[in-house]
């Protein structure tokens, strides 16, 4: 047995305490899932590393990404996949449905994408949104800014 169905199997939490309405803790055994959980931890933190491997001057070089490097990679590559999600919004859609919808041009939505995808990912952490309604209240808080800076 691994150390995750060891966990698992003292992670039965709570059953419906009828008498008294309210859930109760079942479990005698959860101080023994307690000691579990830092073992776990580190578990996972030891295989947060990377290795890329570059040919430079026609010599394979192994670089290995500190976790700093690879916390840093994976938030650039989350802000990139936002602004490819944003940028999706205009598939399918001509320059005059643009500006009828959105009430700007195509190209000054394009140069709005990176605040957009920032904004949207913003309110989907910091408020737990869900990532469409983030999406179109950040369109309509970055264009509407946009127009009150250009006024």
Not at 39 to 61: F, H
Not at 64 to 82: H, N, P, V
Request: net charge negative.
């Amino acid at each position: 047995m691994g150390i995750y169905s060891d966990y698992k199997k003292y992670d039965e939490f709570s059953s419906w305490d009828m008498d008294k309405g309210c859930r109760k803790i079942v479990n005698q055994q959860s101080k023994s899932a307690r000691k579990l959980k830092p073992k776990l931890r580190r578990q996972r933190r030891a295989r947060l590393q990377m290795e890329i491997i570059r040919n430079l001057d026609g010599k394979e070089q192994v670089i290995q990404l500190t976790d700093d490097e690879l916390i840093d990679a994976y938030f650039e590559q989350q802000s990139r996949f936002d602004e490819e999600d944003v940028l999706n919004i205009l598939d399918g859609m001509e320059p005059k449905d643009i500006e009828d919808i959105f009430k700007v041009s195509k190209e000054t939505f394009i140069e709005l994408i990176p605040e957009i995808a920032d904004e949207m990912r913003r309110s989907m952490d910091k408020y737990g949104i869900p990532w469409e309604e983030a999406r179109a209240n950040a369109v309509t808080k970055i264009i509407a800014l946009h127009k009150e800076v250009k006024a």
